[in-house]
């Protein structure tokens, strides 16, 4: 079965710095991986997607992630961080088919001046 | 108007009773399911419907039962709540063989 990893379970970044949010994930074949944000007391959001094709891949908000097969990894990245991105990312992958979508277990992220 | 809505948003009950929260979605999606969310933020699928048929069933306890009365709505009643069954209930949709979820804004359950 698939598993994802989140290393960091709280990163801390001041306004303005770059950041990169670690995604590790098990399975055998490429999965399909995604990133998810939720905002306080809020449900989930979808950032962004990879199913195939070019390896970084955009999302809202001015975050992108890139696929590195070779890493099993999935990291979300962002040049600049603004005070509204504090929020709890989750990583998620699932494989082709009738399967569910399986999360990592989040990274905290708080901004600070 | 919301995508997915669940109602109530927040649940206070008493241990042993019986309770239900519902969802809707009118996103024109086939595919629903429900997420527990406990309190070290780790989430977990419980169930997923696709075209009101179960497709999911995790290792849930038979006392949670959903109810899928349409495509549109899937509701889940949980029996004799226990103190373990606190956590935040998520629903959400999304078109089979997508990972695109849409996720309603949470029920947050409280047993005492």
């Known amino acids: 079965a698939q598993s994802v990893t989140q290393p960091d379970i709280h990163i801390t970044v001041s306004e303005g710095a770059s950041l990169e949010l670690r995604c590790n994930y098990s399975y055998g074949a490429t999965p399909y991986l995604f990133w998810y944000v939720q905002s306080p007391g809020q449900g989930l959001q979808l950032l962004l997607k990879?199913?195939?094709?070019?390896?970084l891949v955009q999302g809202i908000k001015g975050f992108e992630a890139e696929f590195k097969r070779s890493q099993s990894s999935f990291n979300l990245r962002k040049p600049s961080v603004h005070w509204s991105d504090a929020a709890e990312y989750f990583c998620?992958?699932?494989?082709?088919?009738?399967?569910?979508?399986?999360f990592g277990k989040g990274t905290r992220l708080s901004v600070i001046a | 108007d919301t995508a997915v809505s669940q109602t109530p948003k927040y649940l206070v009950t008493q241990m042993g009773n019986d309770k239900s929260i519902k969802c809707e979605q009118n996103?024109?999606?086939?595919?629903m399911y429900w997420y527990k969310q406990d309190s070290k933020k780790f989430l977990k699928i419980m169930f997923s419907y696709n075209n009101k048929e179960l497709i999911i069933n995790e290792t849930v306890p038979n006392r949670f039962s959903p109810k899928s009365p349409d495509k549109a709505h899937l509701n889940l009643h949980i029996n004799s709540l226990e103190l373990g069954d606190s956590a935040v209930y998520f629903c959400?949709?999304?078109?089979?063989?997508?990972?695109?979820?849409?996720f309603g804004s949470g029920t947050q359950l409280s047993v005492l």
């Open positions: 996103l024109g999606h086939d595919t």
């Open positions: 959400a949709s999304s078109h089979l063989d997508s990972g695109k979820l849409f």
């Open positions: 990879y199913f195939s094709g070019d390896t």
């Open positions: 998620a992958v699932r494989t082709p088919g009738n399967t569910p979508l399986v």
